[in-house]
């Protein structure tokens, strides 16, 4: 079994910062691609930034440059740096890892952006 657990999300004016952090326990803790996802209201869930093992990062479009995803192992942990928050960033923040078991999620975190 593994659990993952979001924190840091909150409420945010525009133009401010947050940090997400990821973390993973239970009997299996070592990942592949690790990666944030997020769902604003009304919309469809969308790839925020992925990690792979060796450290390789992905993002979407509309984060590069202000959003930085990063991991540590050993502390079995994943984060997101999101910087210059904009209002359109409101979603819930969701935590995704997959190794050769499956895929898990976590439970989300909300991030809210005030104009």
């Known amino acids: 079994q593994v659990q993952l657990e979001e924190s840091g999300g909150g409420l945010v004016q525009a133009g401010g910062s947050l940090r997400l952090s990821c973390v993973a326990s239970?009997?299996?803790?070592?990942?592949?691609?690790m990666g944030w996802y997020r769902q604003p209201p009304g919309k469809q869930r969308e790839l925020v930034a992925q990690?792979?093992?060796?450290?390789?990062?992905d993002y979407a479009d509309s984060v590069k440059g202000r959003f930085t995803i990063s991991r540590d192992n050993a502390k079995n942990t994943l984060y997101l740096q999101m910087n210059n928050l904009k209002p359109e960033d409101t979603a819930v923040y969701y935590c995704?890892?997959?190794?050769?078991?499956?895929?898990?999620w976590g439970q989300g975190t909300q991030v809210t952006v005030s104009s």
């Open positions: 239970g009997s299996i803790r070592i990942f592949d691609s």
């Open positions: 990690i792979g093992s060796a450290g390789n990062t």
């Open positions: 995704k890892a997959d190794n050769i078991f499956g895929t898990y």
